[in-house]
């Protein structure tokens, strides 16, 4: 599990400030994702799972916001070249080994989406906000297990 403090200041904060899609919303959006996901960084790769990075993004994801949404918007592909020399669509494994890179392709997964981000103080609609956009309906992730493993990142 990573230090909660280091990961904010050295990866999320600069990474969705550089994006110019930083919030405190955002911020504990991303943290919640990572620890649901990942336990909070303990896994960089699906055990059973093509999942990869601290997110635990399957790379047709990867390829689906690079093909439907990036590809769509200058201004994100310019900001990706610019501040992570990504001016194209990379290999969805740079999310195993560029911790950055993964938190932004996490951000941009969630702003595809029109509903506005939970606020940062309410747990539950993390979840289900999370449980929704990211995990999905079918996807395995439980209520319950996500919180715990957010209030053990946390704390």
């Not at 918007?73 to 969805?92: E, Y």
């Not at 890179?101 to 941009?108: C, H, N, S």
Request: charged content about 20%; overall charge neutral; some cysteine.
């Amino acid at each position: 599990m990573f230090n909660l403090n280091q990961f904010k200041e050295c990866i999320l904060v600069p990474t969705l400030s550089t994006m110019q899609m930083y919030s405190d919303d955002a911020l504990e959006l991303l943290i919640f994702t990572c620890a649901a996901e990942s336990n909070g960084g303990t896994y960089l790769k699906q055990i059973k799972g093509p999942a990869l990075g601290i997110f635990q993004m399957e790379p047709a994801t990867h390829q689906d916001i690079w093909v439907n949404y990036i590809f769509n918007s200058s201004r994100i592909i310019s900001l990706l070249s610019f501040n992570f020399q990504c001016p194209t669509i990379q290999f969805a494994e740079r999310m195993v080994y560029d911790l950055q890179y993964a938190a932004v392709m996490a951000r941009l997964h969630y702003s595809r989406f029109p509903e506005p981000l939970p606020d940062k103080d309410d747990v539950d609609g993390l979840f289900d906000y999370y449980k929704k956009y990211y995990n999905t309906e079918s996807g395995k992730a439980k209520k319950a297990d996500c919180i715990k493993k957010y209030k053990a990142f946390i704390s």
